[in-house]
């Protein structure tokens, strides 16, 4: 069975800080893909980033950066430099198969404050 | 502009009323999903279609249901028999090619008194 834990329920720092939220993920697949959603007050999700299994490359795109690791079953993101607008509630979510159309497992997500 | 259209994004109904929760979306996209939410729950899945005139239940099926009648088009019905029907609900869709992400609508939230 797959599975994805968010060992942090809430988290928060004060802008400018540096911050890792922290996912780890369960699945009996070699193929599967992990992302990151973001979820604003507003409450519509936002992708941030989708990971294949094969690539343990780490990303990089501008603040934000993530880190895979296959052998700890983790995919944790950094948050570089907070800023108040980086406060929402952000996923981790799984998908095995390597169907695109297979539904996505979510962690029950971790939410950021960034204090001014 | 494409994407995923919900509406409401507020609805409140009475005790033992069924209540449609509306997803369209045109961004041609094949299958389509519902997520439910709850405080401290993350999401999950109640529904999805990967193809029109035919869906899966997700997780938490019970007291839901969905038809799938066009590509565009995948509503929610929320029944009585659903215990605890007041949520967030979420619609997404994807296109199944190497792409992979799910988008999402802006959500329903749905009150039940």
């Known amino acids: 069975a797959q599975k994805v834990t968010q060992a942090q329920t809430e988290i928060s720092v004060v802008e400018k800080e540096d911050v890792t939220l922290d996912c780890v993920y369960e699945t009996r697949d070699t193929t599967y893909y992990l992302f990151w959603y973001k979820q604003p007050p507003s409450g519509e999700l936002v992708f941030l980033i989708r990971r294949n299994s094969f690539d343990e490359q780490n990303e990089i795109s501008g603040r934000y950066s993530w880190n895979f690791q296959k052998s700890t079953s983790s995919f944790n993101f950094t948050i570089t430099a907070s800023q108040v607008v980086d406060s929402a509630v952000y996923f981790c979510?799984?998908?095995?198969?390597?169907?695109?159309?297979?539904?996505?497992?979510f962690g029950k997500g971790t939410r950021l404050s960034v204090i001014a | 502009d494409g994407g995923i259209t919900q509406s409401p994004k507020y609805l409140f109904r009475k005790e033992g009323q069924n209540v449609t929760l509306s997803c369209e979306q045109n961004l041609n996209h094949d299958a389509m999903y519902w997520y439910r939410q709850d405080p401290g729950q993350g999401l999950r899945l109640i529904y999805y279609?990967?193809?029109?005139?035919?869906?899966q239940k997700g997780d938490i099926a019970e007291g839901y249901s969905v038809s799938r009648e066009k590509k565009e088009s995948f509503p929610l019905t929320v029944t009585s028999a659903q215990k605890n029907p007041t949520a967030f609900y979420l619609c997404?869709?994807?296109?199944?090619?190497?792409?992979?992400?799910?988008?999402f609508g802006p959500g329903t939230r749905l009150t039940v008194t």
């Open positions: 979510a799984l998908s095995e198969h390597n169907s695109g159309n297979t539904p996505l497992v």
């Open positions: 279609s990967q193809i029109v005139n035919d869906f």
């Open positions: 997404a869709s994807t296109s199944g090619d190497v792409s992979y992400e799910q988008y």
